[in-house]
């Protein structure tokens, strides 16, 4: 299974990216998947995540309200729509899938990682 992360870049406080996941080789419709952040220094730690019909959702408590997660099964693809950025969301942003409906901010239940995208937010 492959997942691939893009659309991190550098941004200033307060502004916008979108990330986006994709699945290539198979349909992603089967697959919950959640993005996780690493930043330096740090453990890496959930995001938000989404259930593989995208009617169920879950946020960490940090970035509720700021970030959006969905999904497109048509284009095997995960969005995660970050506004108001700051500078402490600064990490290597990852997205996850796992064959089973539950969401689980817990990093050991993903099964399949993308490489992850460079996330940069300047003060």
């Known amino acids: 299974v492959q997942l691939q992360a893009s659309g991190g870049g550098l941004v200033q406080a307060g502004g916008s990216l979108r990330l986006s996941c994709k699945r290539y080789?198979?349909?992603?419709?089967?697959?919950?998947v959640g993005w996780f952040r690493q930043a330096p220094g740090k453990e890496r730690q959930f995001v938000a995540g989404?259930?593989?019909?995208?009617?169920?959702?879950y946020y960490e408590d940090s970035v509720k309200g700021r970030f959006t997660i969905s999904r497109d099964n048509a284009k095997s693809t995960v969005y995660l729509q970050m506004n108001s950025l700051k500078p402490e969301d600064t990490a290597v942003y990852y997205c996850?899938?796992?064959?089973?409906?539950?969401?689980?901010?817990?990093?050991?239940?993903?099964?399949?990682w993308g490489q992850g995208t460079q996330v940069t937010v300047s003060s």
């Open positions: 996850a899938g796992r064959t089973n409906i539950v969401i689980t901010a817990t990093i050991g239940d993903y099964d399949y």
């Open positions: 080789g198979r349909t992603f419709n089967e697959y919950t």
């Open positions: 989404i259930s593989w019909s995208g009617g169920s959702t």
